[in-house]
């Protein structure tokens, strides 16, 4: 088995694939309200292709894990088999989806009988009026309803990511963990980063991880001993409640942009048009479409793949001053 490692001694093992940029909502650090320029279908990656290349990459390049994201990955007409085919392969890669939930209500069965293992979902405030200001759309019903079928469907530990913005949704951390606890999820809030398709990303304006571990001072969170490994989530327990597996409940903090975890990365990123990406913001990406389409062997294909990662950056680099954000945005890379 040859491996997608780099210079720094890294060995990417996480696959994240996007299989849409489309998405039907429009929150507000991700989109604008009016959409963006979708890809062309033609210059989407089909089901099959999909298929090969993630076969190419847990059976030649030592994938371990595939994460189906977007755009929102529900609204990819194909997914069931793409899992259900992914679920085929030998080794058989841990499976896993990223989504704002509208669907599940209708998917979560499919998904976990196709052979999917978890899913993330998205969920940035439980307050309706809240909910339609975020995302532009009237859906946190449809979300909360997509929830209690993943969980029904065995689709767990269940993890929901949360974005805290300033002035809009920071002061509800603690309900949130409140939410999380009494259903047995696992909450992790997520720093927002510079990848918006507005490049209205502030620093200034980022609530920070310290932030967020001060605003559930309540819980009197403790320490974790479970070292984090490759996870990017620093996570404490949560004194006094277990969750749905009898674990004691934890909850999570990925200060992307604060508490960068660069050095322990282990992703690698396909887009829904097939560009291999070493990392989120990095501002150059690999081609695998064309090789696909002109012929080119699993081989060729794993060794440009290798070639791809063997660059990748020791960090994301958001504090210097050279940084420049990424010419695609967070839905159209995969998040
Ligand atoms: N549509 C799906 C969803 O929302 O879960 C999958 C794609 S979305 C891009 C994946 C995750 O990225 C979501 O949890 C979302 O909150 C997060 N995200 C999007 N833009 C972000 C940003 N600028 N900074 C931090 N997280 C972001
Ligand atoms: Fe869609 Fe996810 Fe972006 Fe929200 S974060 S607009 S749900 S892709």
Not at 174 to 181: N, T
Request: charged letters at 25%.
């Amino acid at each position: 088995m040859i491996e997608l490692a780099d210079r720094f001694g890294r060995v990417a093992t996480d696959l994240r694939v996007s299989l849409t940029d489309r998405c039907n909502l429009r929150c507000t650090y991700c989109m604008p309200e009016e959409g963006l320029g979708w890809l062309p279908r033609e210059e989407q990656l089909t089901d099959d292709e999909v298929g090969r290349l993630v076969r190419i990459g847990v059976t030649l390049l030592g994938v371990t894990q595939v994460r189906f994201t977007g755009g929102e990955p529900l609204l990819r007409r194909g997914l069931i088999g793409i899992v259900r085919d992914a679920a085929s392969l030998s080794p058989r890669p841990r499976l896993m989806v990223t989504t704002n939930g509208i669907g599940l209500e209708r998917l979560a069965g499919p998904l976990r009988e196709a052979g999917l293992d978890r899913i993330n979902v998205s969920l940035d405030t439980l307050d309706a009026k809240r909910f339609r200001a975020l995302t532009r759309r009237d859906r946190l019903s449809d979300v909360l309803r997509g929830l209690e079928a993943a969980a029904a469907a065995g689709l767990t530990p269940l993890k929901i990511n949360t974005v805290l913005m300033r002035g809009i949704n920071e002061d509800e951390a603690p309900e949130l963990l409140r939410f999380a606890l009494a259903h047995g999820y696992q909450l992790r809030f997520i720093e927002q980063m510079p990848l918006d398709a507005q490049h209205q990303w502030d620093r200034h304006t980022m609530v920070t991880a310290d932030e967020i571990v001060a605003a559930l001072e309540p819980f009197a969170l403790q320490p974790d001993p479970v070292s984090r490994g490759t996870a990017p989530a620093e996570t404490w327990l949560v004194p006094g409640f277990v969750d749905a597996a009898g674990q004691p409940a934890r909850v999570g903090v990925i200060g992307s942009v604060t508490r960068p975890f660069c050095g322990d990365c282990d992703r690698t990123r396909l887009t829904a048009d097939g560009q291999i990406r070493n990392c989120l913001f990095a501002t150059e990406e690999s081609d695998l479409r064309t090789l696909l389409r002109t012929g080119a062997s699993d081989d060729e294909i794993a060794t440009a793949w290798q070639i791809a990662m063997r660059g990748k950056r020791a960090g994301h680099g958001i504090d210097d001053p050279s940084f420049l954000q990424p010419a695609r945005p967070m839905s159209a890379i995969g998040g």
